[in-house]
């Protein structure tokens, strides 16, 4: 098994940046997809953005696209998520998921989660 832990979240302003960090343990490997999801209360689960196995090929949801960037550190079994200019919008629980080689945006497509962390942005 993979297990996954989030870390970076807190409370921002409206306009201000946080980079989130997704580290792999266990049964880890370059040929993994990974992929960021949000959870806002009382809404359903969110594709954020996923990056494939090699880090060539990104895709970001669109009210993310332009202020997100996710990458990956191979090397150090750890995957992560850029936000700038934050939204109150994008107040939600951030998990990070991982599923071997082809990317998807679909959440159930994904083998392993992590406990998630909380992105906060007040206005």
């Known amino acids: 098994q993979v297990q996954l832990v989030e870390s970076g979240g807190g409370l921002v302003q409206a306009g201000g940046s946080l980079r989130l960090s997704c580290a792999a343990s266990g049964r880890t490997s370059s040929s993994y997809a990974m992929g960021w999801f949000r959870q806002a209360p009382g809404k359903e689960r969110e594709f954020v953005a996923t990056i494939s196995w090699s880090g060539g090929r990104t895709y970001y949801a669109d009210s993310v696209k332009g202020r997100f960037t996710i990458s990956r550190d191979n090397a150090k079994n750890t995957g992560y998520l850029l936000m700038n200019n934050l939204k109150p919008e994008d107040t939600a629980v951030y998990y990070c998921?991982?599923?071997?080689?082809?990317?998807?945006?679909?959440?159930?497509?994904?083998?392993?989660w992590g406990q998630g962390t909380q992105v906060t942005v007040s206005s």
């Open positions: 998921a991982a599923r071997y080689y082809t990317s998807s945006r679909d959440p159930s497509a994904y083998d392993y």
